[in-house]
C-alpha cells in the first residue's frame, strides 16, 4: 500500500480550541488543574517543584525527577486520570473532522502528540477505526509519538501500594494494551504502580512503560512525513529540542503548513528561515477553529 500523501499533526493547542468547553488546558494552565485534581499528589507539591513547573513546565519535570524520582511515576499516573476524562461532544472539531474523513476516501494520516483522547473518541463515535500502522478499510493510521494516557504495557506489574519506581532509571517493554473502559482503566491506574504509555513532559520524551513501542511510533512518524506530499501542523509550539517531530519536518520535501496562531508566526519564520529555507512553508494566520474549512479543503477534505 502507497504511503498516505496528506498528515495532520496535532498539538496542544488543537486540543484546547477544539470546542468552547470540555477541553484540555495549555501548559500555562495545567499545573493549576492538575492541582484541583489530584490534591495528594499534584496539590501537595512543594512550592520549589511548584515555581520550577510554572515557570517551564518540562524542566520542572526534569528537577522532580532528579530529586524526588520515585514520585513522578505516582504524579504520571495521576496526569493519565486527568486527561482520560476528557471527552468530545458533536461540536467539537475533532468530530467535525472525523465525519469528514467518514465521508471522502481520504489519503491522509493522523498524528497527535496529546495525552487525551478527543481525537481517538472523535473517530470511533463516527464509525471510523484508528489503528496503530497500516490501516485497511474503515480504518485510519492514528500515530502517538508521545503514547496516550490509556495505553498500558503488559510485561510487569506492580501493586502501587507495594512497588516504588525511580521514574528515568525503570523501564518496562512488551505487549501494549489499549484500555478504554473506564471502570477498567480506574482500576488499573489506581492499582498498577506502573504509569501508562505515556511520555513524559520533558525535553527527551522519555518514558517508564513502552518505550520501544514510542520509539516505534516515532520511527514510523519519521517515514510518513518523508513520504508525504503535505503536512499541517495544527495548535504545535516548535520546539526544536523536540528532535524526533522537527527534524523530520526539517528534512522532508513535504509542503509545510503551520496553523497555531498569531503569537507563534514569528517562531515559525525563524524555524522555517533556519531549517526549511527553499521549501514550501505556508503559515495560516488564525487557529484551527479559524482555518477549518480552510484546512480541511488542503487536506483534501
Known sequence: MSMPENIILFGAGASHGSDSKGTPPLVNNLLGELRKFNPPGWGQLPSVYITDLQNDFELGIIRIAKEKPHDLPILQRAMAAYFFEFRPINTNLY????????????????????????????LLTTGLQPVIGIPSNAQIELNLPHGCCHLFCESVRG????????????????????????NEFHQRITNDA?????????PQKRATSGQQFLEGQRDRFEKLIEN???VIAIGIKIRPHDTHIW?????????????????????FDQWVNQFRNGKNNISLKGYWL????????IVGL
Not at 194 to 202: A, Q, W
Open 95 to 122: 468530530y467535525q473532522l472525523a465525519q469528514k474523513i467518514k465521508r471522502h476516501n481520504w489519503n491522509g494520516a493522523i498524528v497527535t502528540l496529546n495525552y487525551e483522547r478527543l481525537l481517538e473518541l472523535s
Open 194 to 202: 506502573f504509569p501508562p504509555v505515556m511520555s513524559y513532559f520533558e
Open 228 to 230: 508525504a506530499k503535505r
Open 247 to 267: 527534524n523530520a519536518i526539517a528534512n522532508t520535501n513535504a509542503d509545510f503548513i503551520y496553523c497555531s496562531g498569531l503569537n507563534e508566526r514569528n517562531n
Open 159 to 182: 501493586v502501587a501500594n507495594a512497588v516504588s519506581l525511580a521514574a528515568m532509571g525503570v523501564q518496562i517493554n512488551g505487549e501494549i494494551k489499549v484500555i478504554g473502559n473506564a
Open 290 to 297: 479559524d482555518k477549518f474549512e480552510e484546512i480541511s479543503s
